[in-house]
Nanobody, 120 residues
Framework: QVQLVESGGGLVQAGGSLRLSCAAS????????MGWHRQAPGKQRELVAT???????NYADSVKGRFTISRDNAKNTLYLQMNSLKPEDTAVYYC??????????????WGQGTQVSVSS
């Protein structure tokens, strides 16, 4: 079993910053791609950013230049630095990870989500 636990969400004014963390634990052999997704009320979950084990990153157009994804492979921890926040960034943010639990077993795991609310 693998657990992903997000933290760092909260309420912030427009233009402010937040840093989200996602700690992975459990039966982890290695972690490939990790990512952040978000889901606003009444909308589908959408990709925010991903990062490979080598550090290659990918961002949604809506967050490019404002958000930075990073990871600490030694700590199995994922981060999302969010700057210049806008009210439209309000959502529940979820992390996920492509985890190898052995040489032959692999799966996608999700965290429980953390609420980010941006006031205008």
């Amino acid at each position: 079993q693998v657990q992903l636990v997000e933290s760092g969400g909260g309420l912030v004014q427009a233009g402010g910053s937040l840093r989200l963390s996602c700690a992975a634990s459990g039966s982890i052999f290695s972690i490939n791609i990790m990512g952040w997704h978000r889901q606003a009320p009444g909308k589908q979950r959408e990709l925010v950013a991903t990062i490979s084990s080598a550090g290659d990153t990918n961002y949604a157009d809506s967050v490019k230049g404002r958000f930075t994804i990073s990871r600490d492979n030694a700590k199995n921890t994922l981060y999302l630095q969010m700057n210049s926040l806008k009210p439209e960034d309000t959502a529940v943010y979820y992390c996920n990870a492509d985890v190898l639990t052995s040489w032959t077993a692999r799966g996608i795991w999700w965290g429980q989500g953390t609420q980010v609310s941006v006031s205008s």
